[in-house]
């Protein structure tokens, strides 16, 4: 289930949506709570965690969030002939679909959300965090060459400070990227709060929103360097 922003839930009319949620200034702001993706996201955050299993686990929520965050791809209707009869039914219309990881460590959530939308291009954008301005440094920027007419996930496991995030989204909409989503398994509310001026006109959709963010700039009580974790760097 998905916990939705007040311009959702005013439309649905439903109740149970996270607190968070209710505050304007979390205008845009999607937080998934199925159980499924709750339990996998305790297991990903334990300190025990082996490199195997942590990379299993974030392709496994990286396909859950994908099939909530692609709930309003638009359908048609189709007519098909089953064994029994012909019958309209509704597929999927056809829009397409970009990955942008942002290197290194959103290359961990690619695989999973490729199992649900497998014929999605993937671009690549590599940004670092200085570690000692924790500003965003550019290295490298690879996207589809029809950026423009695609919906576009920029995904990557944390979003700490938000200066990441920010660049990566500013480089896309450079290259003519308009419908952008972000999507990641953990936020901070600063860099929540950073992306949203920066980039009102994103969606965010996270698995879970922690408290703060350290003197060193990582999300408390977080799971770690989600890179180091990924490919057994530390």
Do not use: W
Not at 149 to 177: C, E, H, N, Q
Not at 201 to 218: G, M, P, Q, R, T
């Amino acid at each position: 289930m998905l916990a939705r922003s007040n311009r959702h839930a005013v439309k649905a009319g439903k109740r149970g949506f996270v607190e968070q949620e209710k505050e304007a200034k979390m205008r845009n702001v999607y937080v998934f709570d199925h159980p499924l993706i709750q339990h996998k996201l305790a297991m990903l955050r334990d300190k025990n965690t082996s490199t195997k299993d942590f990379r299993e686990l974030v392709k496994e929520i990286s396909m859950l969030m994908t099939f909530e965050a692609t709930r309003d791809l638009p359908l048609k209707e189709v007519e098909i002939e089953t064994p029994l009869c012909k019958a309209k039914m509704h597929m999927l219309k056809g829009e397409d679909i970009a990955i942008v990881p942002i290197l290194r460590a959103g290359l961990g959530m690619v695989e999973g959300m490729q199992a649900l939308v497998p014929n999605a291009k993937v671009g690549h954008i590599g940004v670092y965090r200085d570690p000692d301005t924790h500003c965003p440094v550019e290295y490298y920027c690879k996207l589809p060459s029809d950026i423009g007419r695609r919906k576009v996930f920029v995904v990557d496991p944390m979003l700490a400070t938000g200066g990441s995030a920010v660049a990566s989204i500013d480089f896309i909409k450079a290259r003519g990227g308009k419908d952008i989503i972000f999507m990641c398994l953990i936020a901070a509310p600063e860099g929540i709060k950073v992306l949203q001026d920066a980039h009102p006109d994103v969606n965010i959709f996270i698995a879970a929103k922690d408290s703060h963010l350290n003197e060193h700039a990582y999300i408390v009580p977080g799971l770690g360097d989600a890179g180091d974790r990924l490919f057994g760097t530390k």
